[in-house]
């Protein structure tokens, strides 16, 4: 499947009622970390949810909000360093 890159319009659209002091997290199904080729932020939003009432995760919390971006790596990595 062919990834799209994210256009400042759409991030801004994305930012839209975000709060200012939410955290931004990172998000792949590529594993960007390990940089073998073009990272490709393709997508960002903001995830918020509470759980049922009653139920908590482990550190006694009741809600998740953060804003993420979502990005994947090329590929296009060809195993050599680049000489300069």
């Known amino acids: 499947m062919k990834k799209k890159a994210l256009t400042v319009g759409e991030l ?11 955290e931004v997290q990172l998000s792949s199904d590529t594993g960007v970390d390990q940089g073998e080729g073009e990272i490709i932020i393709e997508s960002a939003k903001r995830v918020n949810y509470s759980l049922p009432e009653g139920r908590h995760f482990e550190d006694g919390s009741t809600e998740v909000d953060y804003f993420e971006i979502y990005a994947n790596d090329t590929g296009d990595w060809d195993g050599e360093e680049d000489e300069e």
């Open 12 to 22: 801004r659209k994305a930012l839209e009622g975000v709060p200012d002091n939410l």
